[in-house]
């Protein structure tokens, strides 16, 4: 069946330095890839969608790129700042018209 | 706009109870569709519908029912509450589906004793 995996582990790093977070997918190939902050006690927010015939998409400090041969994404948030501490989730196109999400890496930056 | 609203914020329900969480959106948004969000599951799809008069089932349905009988509103009812049902659930909405951004609501947690 079709899996999209997040590493689990948090990801800890300093303020103003590039947090790189990896969304890898397995058993499907995505027509896209869709990335979401989630902060505590709230609903996730959409942050950039890349499809599959693009190799990277930018917004501000964050950048996302798409590898269809490794199957994986990847997520970066460029000059980190504290109030980039949050769970940020992958989401692909799947099966029944829906998104199917990774269960998310928790990003703390240290000031 | 209020965008994607949920009632209530919480809930707690003993087991073998019924009810109703309610879900809005001011969008004119075609797709909604219903999450629960467990510790270390992400989130999983209960049911999603397309549009007025039409749903379907997402990836975990059992135990719950919906029905979207207006654009704005699509309520999920949890018909026998169990304990396996205790969660955080999210109702979002898009445009026109999956290939688009989902605007998701505050959530509701749900506690079922």
């Known amino acids: 069946s079709q899996k999209i995996e997040q590493n689990s582990e948090a990801l800890n790093i300093q303020e103003g330095k590039t947090a790189t977070l990896t969304c890898n997918y397995t058993?499907?190939?995505?027509?896209?890839l869709q990335w979401y902050r989630q902060d505590p006690g709230r609903g996730p927010v959409f942050l950039l969608l890349i499809r599959e015939n693009e190799k990277e998409k930018r917004k501000e400090r964050l950048k996302v790129t798409f590898d269809t041969t490794l199957k994986q994404s990847l997520f970066h948030i460029t000059a980190s700042q504290p109030a980039d501490s949050a769970t940020y989730l992958c989401?692909?196109?799947?099966?029944?018209?829906?998104?199917?999400f990774g269960s998310g890496t928790r990003l703390q930056v240290q000031p | 706009n209020a965008g994607v609203t949920q009632t209530p914020k919480f809930q707690v329900l003993k087991t073998g109870q019924s009810m109703t969480l309610q879900c809005a959106q001011d969008m004119n948004h075609e797709y909604m569709s219903w999450y629960r969000q467990d510790p270390g599951m992400g989130l999983r799809l209960i049911h999603y519908?397309?549009?007025?008069?039409?749903?379907d089932q997402g990836e975990v349905p059992n135990g719950y029912n919906v029905s979207r009988s207006t654009t704005e509103d699509f309520p999920l009812r949890l018909l026998s509450a169990a304990p396996s049902q205790t969660s955080v659930y999210f109702c979002a909405s898009s445009p026109t589906g999956q290939g688009y951004e989902q605007y998701f609501g505050p959530g509701t947690r749900l506690t079922v004793t």
């Open positions: 058993n499907y190939s995505p027509a896209y």
């Open positions: 519908s397309v549009g007025a008069g039409i749903t």
């Open positions: 989401a692909s196109s799947g099966g029944r018209r829906a998104l199917t």
